[in-house]
């Protein structure tokens, strides 16, 4: 089945700084990776999603980039702030069965230091 | 509408009680998800719905837990009987026609078993 590897797994940067998290999968007929963002205490929500069709995507201070040969989709944070703070997952839609089903990473704790 | 709302917010029980989670997912959406959140596992699919139907429960970890679905508004997670290990925070989710759109995730259920 699908398996999605994500590194690092915590990350420091400092305010104003960039933020770079990376993730690979292994089914090459995934085809939706979304990213969610979990504040302290509080549910994961989706901050932005990717479809195999679209080499990058941005919104604002964040971006991800999918690289479908090589498996491997990241997502960028720039000019980050203290509430950019949080742990951050990666998904993969695993195709094996006829029906989807999203698999996530293990999640990357960020710390923005102000 | 209000979100995906789950209740206990908190449940503190003893070792070998019966445990009942509840969710109701936003309405319309035909895809529901229980996940099941630990530091060591990370976010983990347990079991998803669709059209109330059950699709794939294999990330249920043992027979001690059961889901349902009786309808489009209302799903339960079970554990019967509970262990110290089952405690975690187990969120339900739910998202629009298919999987690879945006789940929507309640604000969890943090279990204790003692």
């Known amino acids: 089945g699908e398996n999605v590897e994500q590194h690092p797994s915590t990350l420091s940067v400092q305010e104003g700084d960039s933020a770079v998290i990376k993730c690979t999968y292994s089914d090459s007929a995934s085809n939706y990776f979304p990213w969610y963002k979990q504040e302290l205490g509080k549910r994961p929500q989706l901050i932005i999603d990717?479809?195999?069709?679209?080499g990058e995507k941005k919104d604002q201070r964040i971006a991800v980039t999918l690289n479908k040969t090589a498996k491997h989709f990241s997502l960028h944070i720039t000019e980050t702030q203290p509430e950019d703070s949080a742990v951050y997952f990666c998904a993969a839609i695993n195709k094996e069965t006829s029906y989807d089903k999203v698999i996530f990473g293990p999640g990357t704790s960020l710390s923005v230091i102000p | 509408d209000a979100g995906v709302i789950q209740s206990p917010r908190h449940e503190v029980t003893e070792m070998g009680q019966e445990v009942t989670l509840r969710c109701k997912p936003i309405s319309g959406h035909d895809y529901l998800f229980w996940y099941r959140q630990t530091m060591m596992r990370g976010l983990e699919l347990l079991i998803y719905f669709n059209n109330n139907v059950p699709i794939d429960d294999s990330g249920m970890p043992e027979d001690r837990f059961s889901a349902k679905m009786p309808n489009a508004s209302f799903s339960t997670l079970k554990i019967q009987p509970s262990e110290p290990r089952d405690s975690a925070v187990y969120f339900c989710?739910?998202?629009?026609?298919?999987?690879?759109?945006?789940?929507?995730f309640g604000q969890g259920t943090r279990l204790t078993v003692v």
């Open positions: 989710a739910s998202s629009l026609y298919r999987v690879n759109t945006e789940a929507f």
């Open positions: 990717i479809r195999s069709n679209v």
